[in-house]
Protein backbone atom coordinates (compact mmCIF):
# COMPACT_ATOMS: atom_id res chain seq x y z
CA UNK A 1 0.00 0.00 0.00
CA UNK A 2 3.02 1.93 1.08
CA UNK A 3 4.54 1.67 -2.45
CA UNK A 4 1.65 3.35 -4.42
CA UNK A 5 0.35 5.95 -2.23
CA UNK A 6 4.13 7.65 -1.32
CA UNK A 7 5.01 8.14 -4.78
CA UNK A 8 1.41 9.16 -5.71
CA UNK A 9 1.21 11.93 -2.90
CA UNK A 10 4.71 13.09 -3.75
CA UNK A 11 3.45 13.56 -7.28
CA UNK A 12 0.15 15.59 -6.28
CA UNK A 13 2.45 17.63 -3.98
CA UNK A 14 4.72 18.57 -6.97
CA UNK A 15 1.43 19.19 -9.14
CA UNK A 16 -0.01 21.26 -7.00
CA UNK A 17 3.19 22.96 -6.12
CA UNK A 18 3.98 23.16 -10.21
CA UNK A 19 0.46 24.63 -10.27
CA UNK A 20 0.85 27.43 -7.42
CA UNK A 21 4.18 28.53 -9.29
CA UNK A 22 2.79 29.21 -12.88
CA UNK A 23 0.20 31.02 -10.78
CA UNK A 24 2.20 33.33 -8.77
CA UNK A 25 4.36 34.08 -11.92
CA UNK A 26 1.22 35.13 -13.95
CA UNK A 27 0.43 37.10 -10.57
CA UNK A 28 3.60 38.95 -10.35
CA UNK A 29 2.72 40.13 -13.93
CA UNK A 30 -0.76 40.75 -14.29
CA UNK A 31 -1.66 44.58 -13.72
CA UNK A 32 -5.31 43.64 -12.78
CA UNK A 33 -3.91 44.55 -9.01
CA UNK A 34 -6.69 47.03 -8.33
CA UNK A 35 -9.26 48.50 -10.40
CA UNK A 36 -10.90 51.70 -11.09
CA UNK A 37 -14.02 52.30 -12.36
CA UNK A 38 -14.58 56.30 -13.48
CA UNK A 39 -18.34 57.30 -13.19
CA UNK A 40 -18.00 59.49 -15.38
CA UNK A 41 -16.57 57.56 -18.28
CA UNK A 42 -18.32 53.92 -17.64
CA UNK A 43 -16.89 52.68 -20.68
CA UNK A 44 -12.90 53.03 -18.95
CA UNK A 45 -11.73 50.89 -16.73
CA UNK A 46 -8.07 51.42 -15.23
CA UNK A 47 -6.23 49.05 -13.36
CA UNK A 48 -2.38 48.92 -12.00
CA UNK A 49 -0.57 46.41 -11.46
CA UNK A 50 3.19 45.82 -10.09
CA UNK A 51 4.82 46.79 -13.08
CA UNK A 52 2.46 48.76 -15.34
CA UNK A 53 -0.92 50.75 -15.47
CA UNK A 54 -3.12 50.23 -17.92
CA UNK A 55 -6.83 52.09 -19.40
CA UNK A 56 -9.08 49.11 -20.54
CA UNK A 57 -11.75 51.22 -23.13
CA UNK A 58 -14.46 49.51 -25.06
CA UNK A 59 -13.90 50.44 -28.49
CA UNK A 60 -9.59 50.86 -28.46
CA UNK A 61 -8.83 47.46 -26.30
CA UNK A 62 -6.10 47.73 -23.71
CA UNK A 63 -3.18 50.65 -22.93
CA UNK A 64 -0.62 50.32 -21.09
CA UNK A 65 2.08 52.15 -19.62
CA UNK A 66 5.03 51.47 -17.71
CA UNK A 67 5.66 52.96 -14.15
CA UNK A 68 8.50 55.31 -14.32
CA UNK A 69 10.39 55.14 -11.41
CA UNK A 70 10.49 52.12 -8.48
CA UNK A 71 10.87 54.88 -5.82
CA UNK A 72 7.83 56.83 -7.00
CA UNK A 73 5.40 53.50 -6.63
CA UNK A 74 3.72 53.48 -2.94
CA UNK A 75 5.19 51.34 -0.31
CA UNK A 76 2.82 48.10 -0.88
CA UNK A 77 4.20 47.85 -4.31
CA UNK A 78 7.09 48.65 -3.97
CA UNK A 79 7.59 45.88 -1.16
CA UNK A 80 5.36 43.55 -3.28
CA UNK A 81 7.21 43.39 -6.47
CA UNK A 82 9.83 42.22 -4.37
CA UNK A 83 8.33 39.70 -2.39
CA UNK A 84 6.34 38.35 -5.52
CA UNK A 85 9.90 38.09 -7.34
CA UNK A 86 11.35 36.27 -4.34
CA UNK A 87 8.20 34.08 -4.16
CA UNK A 88 9.17 32.98 -8.21
CA UNK A 89 12.39 32.78 -7.58
CA UNK A 90 11.87 30.26 -4.29
CA UNK A 91 9.60 28.18 -6.27
CA UNK A 92 11.48 27.70 -9.22
CA UNK A 93 13.87 26.26 -6.77
CA UNK A 94 11.37 23.78 -4.79
CA UNK A 95 10.40 22.69 -8.13
CA UNK A 96 13.99 21.57 -8.93
CA UNK A 97 14.88 20.08 -5.59
CA UNK A 98 11.86 18.22 -5.04
CA UNK A 99 11.73 16.83 -8.35
CA UNK A 100 15.60 15.21 -7.58
CA UNK A 101 14.29 14.47 -4.28
CA UNK A 102 11.37 11.88 -5.51
CA UNK A 103 10.98 8.50 -5.07
CA UNK A 104 10.08 7.92 -9.09
CA UNK A 105 13.74 10.05 -9.73
CA UNK A 106 16.23 7.44 -11.15
CA UNK A 107 18.69 9.79 -9.80
CA UNK A 108 20.35 9.17 -6.76
CA UNK A 109 18.78 6.12 -5.99
CA UNK A 110 21.54 4.99 -4.06
CA UNK A 111 21.78 8.21 -1.91
CA UNK A 112 18.45 8.38 -0.02
CA UNK A 113 19.38 10.79 2.96
CA UNK A 114 19.97 12.78 0.45
CA UNK A 115 17.07 12.49 -1.74
CA UNK A 116 15.35 13.03 1.39
CA UNK A 117 16.90 16.72 2.32
CA UNK A 118 16.40 17.61 -1.22
CA UNK A 119 12.86 16.92 -1.15
CA UNK A 120 12.45 18.55 2.74
CA UNK A 121 14.29 21.34 1.15
CA UNK A 122 12.36 21.54 -1.30
CA UNK A 123 8.74 21.45 0.36
CA UNK A 124 10.10 24.12 2.51
CA UNK A 125 11.20 26.81 0.02
CA UNK A 126 7.14 25.67 -1.50
CA UNK A 127 6.10 27.02 2.18
CA UNK A 128 8.53 30.12 1.52
CA UNK A 129 7.06 30.65 -1.56
CA UNK A 130 3.48 30.59 -1.00
CA UNK A 131 3.77 32.45 2.14
CA UNK A 132 5.67 35.59 0.12
CA UNK A 133 3.11 35.23 -2.36
CA UNK A 134 0.45 35.84 0.28
CA UNK A 135 1.77 38.68 2.10
CA UNK A 136 1.78 41.44 -0.67
CA UNK A 137 -1.55 40.34 -2.54
CA UNK A 138 -3.05 40.98 1.30
CA UNK A 139 -0.64 43.84 2.18
CA UNK A 140 -2.18 45.05 -1.10
CA UNK A 141 -5.78 44.36 -0.37
CA UNK A 142 -5.43 45.86 3.21
CA UNK A 143 -4.31 48.99 1.30
CA UNK A 144 -7.94 48.92 -0.72
CA UNK A 145 -9.88 48.31 1.81
CA UNK A 146 -8.70 51.08 3.98
CA UNK A 147 -8.61 53.41 1.05
CA UNK A 148 -12.28 53.04 -0.24
CA UNK A 149 -13.74 53.25 3.33
CA UNK A 150 -11.74 56.22 3.75
CA UNK A 151 -13.50 59.03 5.33
CA UNK A 152 -11.37 61.96 4.78
CA UNK A 153 -11.22 61.06 0.61
CA UNK A 154 -14.39 62.99 -0.93
CA UNK A 155 -17.36 61.17 -2.05
CA UNK A 156 -16.72 61.99 -5.64
CA UNK A 157 -13.54 61.09 -6.02
CA UNK A 158 -13.56 57.21 -7.59
CA UNK A 159 -12.31 54.35 -5.10
CA UNK A 160 -10.28 51.67 -6.12
CA UNK A 161 -11.35 48.46 -5.60
CA UNK A 162 -10.04 44.72 -6.00
CA UNK A 163 -8.45 43.33 -8.99
CA UNK A 164 -8.65 39.92 -10.38
CA UNK A 165 -4.83 39.76 -9.78
CA UNK A 166 -5.42 39.32 -6.14
CA UNK A 167 -7.72 36.40 -5.93
CA UNK A 168 -4.98 34.72 -8.43
CA UNK A 169 -2.32 35.04 -5.65
CA UNK A 170 -4.49 34.06 -2.82
CA UNK A 171 -5.24 30.79 -4.95
CA UNK A 172 -1.68 30.36 -5.49
CA UNK A 173 -0.49 30.73 -2.51
CA UNK A 174 -2.71 28.11 -0.63
CA UNK A 175 -1.62 25.90 -3.57
CA UNK A 176 2.27 25.72 -2.82
CA UNK A 177 1.72 26.01 1.05
CA UNK A 178 -0.41 22.92 -0.16
CA UNK A 179 1.79 20.97 -2.25
CA UNK A 180 5.13 22.00 0.43
CA UNK A 181 2.93 20.32 2.74
CA UNK A 182 2.00 17.27 0.67
CA UNK A 183 6.10 16.63 0.08
CA UNK A 184 7.17 17.25 3.64
CA UNK A 185 4.00 14.22 5.06
CA UNK A 186 5.63 11.79 2.52
CA UNK A 187 8.92 11.92 4.94
CA UNK A 188 6.58 10.82 7.81
CA UNK A 189 5.20 7.57 5.88
CA UNK A 190 6.78 4.30 5.55
CA UNK A 191 9.61 3.95 2.88
CA UNK A 192 9.46 1.32 0.99
CA UNK A 193 11.47 0.72 -2.45
CA UNK A 194 10.24 -1.04 -5.58
CA UNK A 195 13.06 -3.96 -5.38
CA UNK A 196 11.62 -4.52 -1.80
CA UNK A 197 8.02 -4.86 -2.85
CA UNK A 198 8.92 -7.34 -5.70
CA UNK A 199 10.75 -9.19 -2.91
CA UNK A 200 7.96 -9.14 -1.39
CA UNK A 201 5.57 -10.53 -3.99
CA UNK A 202 8.02 -13.12 -4.77
CA UNK A 203 8.17 -14.08 -1.00
CA UNK A 204 4.43 -14.48 -0.99
CA UNK A 205 4.36 -16.64 -3.82
CA UNK A 206 7.30 -19.15 -2.55
CA UNK A 207 5.15 -19.18 0.53
CA UNK A 208 1.72 -20.37 -1.39
CA UNK A 209 3.80 -22.86 -3.40
CA UNK A 210 5.16 -24.78 -0.30
CA UNK A 211 1.41 -24.70 1.00
CA UNK A 212 -0.06 -26.14 -1.67
CA UNK A 213 2.93 -29.19 -1.80
CA UNK A 214 2.49 -29.80 1.64
CA UNK A 215 -1.29 -30.19 1.35
CA UNK A 216 -1.07 -32.26 -1.86
CA UNK A 217 -1.98 -35.81 -1.02
Known sequence: MALVYRPTMQLGGLLFSLLGWVLSCLTTYLPQWKNLNLELNELEIWTMGLWQAC??????????????????????????????????????????????????????????????????????????????AIVPVSWVAHSTVQEFWDENIPDIVPRWDFGEALFVGWFAGFCLILGGSLLNCTLCSPEVHPSSGRYAVAEQQDRCQRLETETRP
Do not use: H, Y
Open 55 to 132: VVQEEGGMQCKDFDSFLALPPELRISRILMVFSNGSGLLGLLLSGFGLDCSKIGERQQEQKKRLLLFGGTLFWLSGIT
